[in-house]
T-cell receptor, first 110, second 115 residues
Framework: QKEVEQDPGPLSVPEGAIVSLNCTYS??????FMWYRQYSRKGPELLMY????GNKEDGRFTAQVDKSSKYISLFIRDSQPSDSATYLC??????????FGPGTSLSVIP | DAGVTQSPTHLIKTRGQHVTLRCSPI?????VSWYQQVLGQGPQFIFQ???????GRGNFPDRFSARQFPNYSSELNVNALLLGDSALYLC??????????????FGEGSRLTVL
């Protein structure tokens, strides 16, 4: 079993739709949970980060962490064509390296 | 402020050759991490350096090596290149090493093609 699993997609939605992206993980020691966005041929950029369980909202983006289920989600409201990218979930323990999921490719169609 | 800069951006090598990739972190950042991203996959951790010392190493063969200089810039070296080394090599910087929250600041990457 991989440490972090993520549906690779591709996911295609119409503009304005609500997008749900998800990851599952196996290491219960993970405490920091992140979502990175990566545009084609660019480096990843941090979108959201959450410590431990709970929700965090930033504009159109909401990150949720459920440590009891080892499940994290990213919701994008009112999706825009500029949201078209690969979304990478990532997580880490307190003092260890960041582990990335394989990424979900998202296309928002105008 | 300048972000993380990497060079070269693209390069083509043949099997058996050696490659050196370079990275300059964000000013004030003392830790550099290297990741390998194969097409269609997430980044895989290779090395982390902090204050010129190796702080972590991923599951990569000894053909991969790295170092960090006094100005916190870093080099990643790969010897005896294989076709499977073709990937985007990403450098990321952070302010500190242990205990940080995972907020990595990535460069644009060096895209290596091995023929």
């Amino acid at each position: 079993q991989k440490e972090v699993e993520q549906d690779p997609g591709p996911l295609s939605v119409p503009e304005g739709a609500i997008v749900s992206l998800n990851c599952t993980y196996s290491n219960s020691a993970f405490q920091y949970f992140m979502w990175y966005r990566q545009y084609s041929r660019k480096g990843p950029e941090l979108l959201m980060y959450t410590y431990s369980s709970g929700n965090k909202e930033d504009g159109r983006f909401t990150a949720q962490v459920d440590k009891s289920s080892k499940y994290i989600s990213l919701f994008i409201r009112d999706s825009q064509p500029s949201d078209s990218a690969t979304y990478l979930c990532a997580m880490k323990t307190s003092y260890d390296k960041v582990i990335f999921g394989p990424g979900t490719s998202l296309s928002v169609i105008p | 402020d300048a972000g993380v800069t990497q060079s070269p951006t693209h390069l083509i090598k043949t099997r058996g050759q050696h490659v050196t990739l370079r990275c300059s972190p964000i000013s004030g950042h003392k830790s550099v991490s290297w990741y390998q991203q194969v097409l269609g996959q997430g980044p895989q951790f290779i090395f982390q350096y902090y204050e010129k010392e190796e702080r972590g190493r991923g599951n990569f063969p000894d053909r991969f090596s790295a170092r960090q200089f006094p100005n916190y810039s870093s080099e990643l070296n790969v010897n005896a290149l294989l076709l499977g080394d073709s990937a985007l090599y990403l450098c990321a910087s952070t302010v500190s090493s242990g205990g940080y929250t995972g907020e990595l600041f990535f460069g644009e990457g060096s895209r290596l093609t091995v023929l």
